[in-house]
């Protein structure tokens, strides 16, 4: 059961970066610095915790865990730049289209991570699965807002950039749990974003290190978005993705999106109506749902 804690708690965490973001950008930061300043200040995080760590491990009897050998490296980063691709990708979807929009097209990593689950291990998903997809995406169409708006002309650039981000994110968590899983999470994760950084430097060269912006106010933000964004989901991915498999970890990431809401509510103050927040029930009740009937079926 922890493991599924494990995966819940990174979706969740994930789920708080629109607010954090939408308060940078309130600060007067653009895009570049915003992704550029979380990914700099996370990996620092994330190879911090893997010295200690990996001291710590030395009085122990597998060391071997936090050595990485070059072609593991690599596997890693070339996961890890799926991430990368996720962030940028979204934001930049966000410039044609809704919010609103933007958000059901990043949701379709819920069937697409169950497709490629399916190709990869040559398995029809199970009928819980199917179930809770079917529940989830009436859910995640509720719960973003989108439906009884008046809806702008379709930029097909916007849908393409969010369909793609949407493909990226399946991607990162469909294989995140499958790469060198000999090594500890935590240096896994560590390996993973220093693939994410090197992708996101070479699209937005750090100018923030030098031109001030860390001074105005752009720290507090990028540490907070370093935290929930770069350290926690993908360790919390590393350790739990393996254990739930690939399938079940992306119906659980759909908590990200009951937990934006939430946070878009009590924090910026933006208006949620009643389908909404029944959105937000019918979602966490697809998220459940298999082990619900797992449940029910090991005590029939």
């Given at each position: 059961?922890?493991?599924?804690?494990?995966?819940?708690?990174?979706?969740?965490?994930?789920?708080?970066?629109?607010?954090?973001?939408?308060?940078?950008?309130?600060?007067?930061?653009?895009?570049?610095?915003v992704?550029?300043?979380?990914?700099?200040?996370?990996?620092?995080?994330?190879?911090?915790?893997v010295?200690?760590?990996?001291?710590?491990?030395?009085?122990?009897?597998?060391?071997?865990q936090?050595?990485?050998?070059?072609?593991?490296?690599l596997?890693?980063?070339?996961?890890?730049?799926?991430?990368?691709?996720?962030?940028?990708?979204y934001?930049?979807?966000l410039?044609?289209?809704?919010?609103?929009?933007?958000?059901?097209?990043?949701?379709?990593?819920?069937?697409?991570?169950?497709?490629?689950?399916?190709?990869?291990?040559?398995?029809?998903?199970?009928?819980?699965?199917?179930?809770?997809l079917?529940i989830?995406?009436?859910?995640?169409?509720?719960?973003?807002?989108?439906?009884?708006?008046?809806h702008?002309?379709?930029?097909?650039?916007?849908?393409?950039?969010?369909?793609?981000?949407?493909?990226?994110?399946?991607?990162?968590?469909?294989?995140?749990?499958?790469?060198?899983?000999?090594?500890?999470?935590?240096?896994?994760?560590?390996?993973?974003?220093?693939?994410?950084?090197?992708?996101?430097?070479?699209?937005?060269?750090?100018?923030?290190?030098?031109?001030?912006?860390?001074?105005?106010?752009?720290?507090?933000?990028?540490?907070?978005?370093?935290?929930?964004?770069?350290?926690?989901?993908p360790?919390?991915?590393?350790?739990?993705?393996?254990?739930?498999?690939?399938?079940?970890?992306?119906?659980?990431?759909?908590?990200?999106?009951?937990?934006?809401?939430?946070m878009?509510?009590?924090?910026?103050?933006e208006?949620?109506?009643?389908?909404?927040?029944?959105?937000?029930?019918?979602?966490?009740?697809?998220?459940?749902l298999?082990?619900?009937?797992?449940?029910?079926?090991?005590?029939?």
């Open positions: 059961m922890k493991y599924y804690l494990f995966v819940l708690a990174g979706a969740c965490s994930f789920g708080l970066l629109s607010t954090f973001v939408k308060k940078a950008y309130e600060s007067g930061f653009h895009v570049g610095e992704v550029g300043s979380q990914n700099v200040f996370g990996v620092l995080m994330m190879w911090i915790l010295l200690v760590t990996a001291k710590s491990a030395r009085k122990s009897a597998e060391p071997n936090y050595r990485v050998r070059p072609k593991q490296a596997s890693l980063m070339a996961v890890g730049t799926t991430s990368g691709l996720t962030g940028m990708l934001y930049a979807a410039q044609y289209i809704s919010a609103s929009f933007a958000i059901i097209l990043l949701f379709q990593f819920t069937w697409m991570g169950i497709l490629i689950e399916a190709i990869a291990e040559r398995k029809r998903p199970g009928k819980e699965k199917l179930l809770s079917v989830l995406f009436a859910g995640i169409i509720m719960a973003s807002g989108y439906l009884g708006r008046s702008e002309a379709t930029s097909w650039i916007g849908v393409t950039l969010g369909l793609l981000a949407a493909v990226t994110y399946a991607l990162f968590i469909a294989f995140s749990g499958k790469v060198a899983n000999q090594i500890a999470p935590i240096t896994r994760s560590a390996v993973m974003q220093s693939g994410s950084l090197i992708l996101v430097m070479l699209v937005f060269p750090p100018y923030f290190l030098f031109n001030g912006a860390l001074h105005e106010s752009l720290l507090p933000w990028a540490l907070l978005l370093a935290f929930f964004g770069v350290v926690i989901p360790l919390f991915y590393a350790i739990g993705v393996p254990r739930v498999g690939g399938g079940m970890a992306t119906i659980l990431s759909a908590a990200e999106l009951p937990t934006a809401v939430v878009s509510f009590i924090v910026l103050h208006t949620v109506n009643g389908l909404q927040w029944f959105g937000v029930i019918v979602t966490m009740f697809g998220i459940a298999p082990e619900l009937m797992k449940y029910r079926r090991n005590n029939a």
